[in-house]
């Protein structure tokens, strides 16, 4: 187990270290297993930009490749038996986690190029599920207006979601509204609670990187530049802890029920300025995961600076500073529109980068 002070710490204050990165290399060459076991780390996420870096930069995927090749199979196939493949086994590798208590999970995304449509995205939940079928799978779901009745039909059908690409708090409040909704039809379909779990996805560091942008061009901003990320996250806790203390859940949890955590994603720094650990020492919270990229992961065992609870009782004071943010002219409600719509576009170039990659493997194989 790890002996790191800092990891340690943030680990019994309630916070669940995840990584946010995934290759076939971590598995195969024992990485993944030591960092659960010297780093902490009981879980990880994954995404389009991850498995396009992955496979552009390995040969660990050509004996696969070839085979796929000769049977011929599509470039679509491929990239998922490629996918589905290496979230099976670090599911595997998790498993111990997994059965030791609630994390120990893997996410997986839909295609990021459905973000828009239930029905698909639905269907495709549905198949990835079936098609790693490990328990500890985590099928990963865009919040967008779209997604949010997949999120609720996927829980029903007893498949564990974790909601993606959260930036509003009004958003993550429909999120909320989706996974009760979800496990209350689960129910009604014979399906044991216990056994469905998810994450909320909220992302950090891109609220900070489009605020700060448009303060740079507003009068009497300069003073609220990097605050707007973590308060935005604070205040999505607050909501958590608001629904998840509320009649409807306690009727859910007392039919084995888990609560849906939030999930603090998107925590690397974009702003040199900042330090590379402040999506971390200021999001410490019960009941919560930060999913780390492994730069992040390094600086936090480095220079942390865990003190405890830094997020619980914080609403009043978070709250201040979206209305100042109002108040000298940002529009929130566009930043948010921006922010998800930005990343849907991003994880679809990263899918369309992935494709293309794997078309060309494939070529090269025949």
Sequence with gaps: MTTNTNLKALSEAGVSIWLDDLSRDRITSGNLAELIEQKAVVGVTSNPTIFAKALSNAADYNDQIRTLAARGASVDDTVREITTADVRDAADVFRNVYESGHDGRVSLEVDPRLAHDTERTVAEALELWKAVDRPNLMVKIPATVEGLPAITR????????????????????EVMDAYLAGLERAKANGHPLAGIASVASFFVSRVDAEIDKRLDTVDGGQDLKGKAAIANARLAYAAYERVFSSERWAALQADGAKPQRPLWASTGVKDPAYSDTRYVDELVAPNTVNTMPEATLEATADHAEIVGDTVTGTAAESQKVFDALSAVGIDLDDVFAVLEREGVEKFEKSWDELLETVSEQLQQAK
Excluded: K
Aim: no cysteine; net charge neutral; glycine share 4%.
């Design 154 to 173: 996927a829980l029903a059908e007893g498949v564990s979601v974790n909601v993606t690409l959260i930036f509003s708090v009004e958003r993550y409040r």
